[in-house]
């Protein structure tokens, strides 16, 4: 698997960006501001994720996403460890990431990858989404806040 930045002239693939989230209106604004990758095999795109300057010295996952038929073979891990080694690379002190209370696996990913829960923000998904989210029989209403300190 190759991964590699998205060039100004390609359309992002947001067929994959929602998997990861729900709205457009959310991913073209974190687009505008971010970085987004895209991870290929064999020339076709089975993986995308964004990096997001948030604060001095932080740096955000905000979207990762693999395509169905690729998930559960360690694509995900790859990525996110590429992630990281891109925000040390930027000289960033923390990456974090957030997942809905809901996505069960994403939680597990990102804990395995070493990232440690620091915090939730209840309400969240409610606050920000018209639509519910629901994820393996959850609805989904907070995020639960990860992060990592690279220094």
Known sequence: MDIRLLHPSETPPYELLLLADPSRRIID???????????EENSMIIGVYVLLPTRPETIELVNIAVVETYQGKGFGKKMIFH???????????TIEVGTG????PQLALYQKCGFRMTGVDSGFFIRHYEEEIWENGIQCRDMVRLEMDLS
């Open 29 to 39: 604004e974190y687009l505008e501001r971010g970085e987004c990758f895209l991870a």
């Open 83 to 93: 992630a990281i080694e891109q925000a040390r690379s930027k000289a960033y002190k």
């Open 101 to 104: 209370n809901s996505s069960l």
